[in-house]
T-cell receptor
Framework: EPEVTQTPSHQVTQMGQEVILRCVPI?????FYWYRQILGQKVEFLVS????????KSEIFDDQFSVERPDGSNFTLKIRSTKLEDSAMYFC?????????????FGPGTRLLVL | AQKVTQAQTEISVVEKEDVTLDCVYE???????LFWYKQPPSGELVFLIR??????QNEISGRYSWNFQKSTSSFNFTITASQVVDSAVYFC??????????????FGKGITLSVRP
């Protein structure tokens, strides 16, 4: 069964460093998303992406964040200058069509720790 | 604004007990979707069910069943004859159709279910 994959599974970085989190969505999916979950808290929406453009973004998704689909398979989230409060699990998701008419399927997450 | 409330934070049951996880939602839209996701200890989010606001039929899938009641804005999830493998955090989520594309999921805080042997 096709699934969303994410790399790395864990990343430790120093405050102020740039990180890139990578995702490979399900191959026939057209809509892509990033969510984050601070430890012990609820999952929060960051951004949705379709047709090489951001469709929607939350207040969390400030100028420090950017997303890109650099090729036909990868979808990346970049944090330019990480802060301590960026420590969280970051989930990528994809859907075949526009959600919620189509279900968002999540990857296994990347646990980011900023020291 | 959309909001999901999962008032229960932690539930502990003994294997084979039935358990119901509550979910109450708020939305101004007449068209919306409700979801349940499971997050096992390994951390991934596993999709369980999606239900649209026009379909109030209850659903059963094996040991899982869902009760959707628009009158009380609730979408509760029952696990019958629970098993240790059901131990996980369960999230209820809401997505409004709204005007244009509004694809984000709004999650509740999650319910940690522990099933003891």
């Amino acid at each position: 069964e096709p699934e969303v994959t994410q790399t790395p599974s864990h990343q430790v970085t120093q405050m102020g460093q740039e990180v890139i989190l990578r995702c490979v969505p399900i191959s026939n999916h057209l809509y892509f998303y990033w969510y984050r979950q601070i430890l012990g808290q609820k999952v929060e929406f960051l951004v949705s992406f379709y047709n090489n453009e951001i469709s929607e973004k939350s207040e969390i998704f400030d100028d420090q964040f950017s997303v890109e689909r650099p090729d036909g398979s990868n979808f990346t989230l970049k944090i330019r200058s990480t802060k301590l409060e960026d420590s969280a699990m970051y989930f990528c998701a994809s859907s075949e069509g526009l959600a919620p008419l189509e279900t968002q399927y999540f990857g296994p997450g990347t646990r980011l720790l900023v020291l | 604004a959309q909001k999901v409330t999962q008032a229960q934070t932690e539930i502990s049951v003994v294997e084979k007990e039935d358990v119901t996880l509550d979910c109450v939602y708020e939305t101004r839209d007449t068209t919306y979707y409700l979801f349940w996701y499971k997050q096992p200890p390994s951390g991934e989010l596993v999709f369980l069910i999606r239900r649209n606001s026009f379909d109030e039929q209850n659903e059963i899938s094996g040991r899982y069943s869902w009760n959707f009641q628009k009158s009380t804005s609730s979408f509760n999830f029952t696990i019958t004859a629970s098993q240790v493998v059901d131990s996980a955090v369960y999230f209820c989520a809401l997505s409004e159709i709204g005007s244009g594309a509004n694809s984000k999921l709004t999650f509740g805080k999650g319910i940690t279910l522990s099933v003891r042997p």
